[in-house]
């Protein structure tokens, strides 16, 4: 059966799962804590060496990167496909798929995310208003117009 490592709250372990879902592909969840920045389990890098979550193990084998994930499991279960068909189309969705992942989620979603759930209720350090004033006043606009 198909094991997904990560944690529920985070966007990317969501994908993976959703992914799951939609194809109908028999899981569990593993649910990994802490999964922080700085303070992994102990076996982690053997199974993500990047440190990051999610991670999908498959029988022995095992891959991170909610991305390639969900691009495994549509090659492997190519019944109720996850991308659209046509080179044009398909090629827009992973552009999609890569924009939302990478300059979104780099940009937008995780500095707030650090500002304002991690820093003051996991590091208990306060948020810092300037940053959180600068990626929603100059950052969000530009990614978004």
């Known amino acids: 059966m198909l094991t997904i490592h990560g944690v529920p709250l985070s966007v990317h ?51 991170a990167d909610s991305t390639a994930i969900c691009l495994y499991l549509e090659e492997k279960y190519p019944a109720s496909s996850i991308l659209p068909d046509g080179y044009r189309n398909y090629g827009r969705a992973i552009w999609f798929d890569a924009y939302a992942g990478g300059t979104i989620f780099r940009h937008l979603v995780h500095p707030l995310f650090a500002q304002t759930i991690v820093g003051p209720n996991i590091n208990k350090v306060p948020s810092d208003q300037a940053v959180i004033a600068n990626v929603l006043d100059t950052v969000r606009p530009k990614i978004f117009g």
């Open 13 to 63: 372990t969501r994908k993976a799962i959703v992914t799951a879902i939609l194809k109908k592909v028999d899981y569990k969840f593993e649910v990994v804590i802490p999964v922080i920045p700085g303070n992994p389990p102990a076996n982690w890098d053997t199974l993500s060496p990047t440190g990051l979550i999610p991670v999908m193990q498959d029988g022995d084998f095992t891959l």
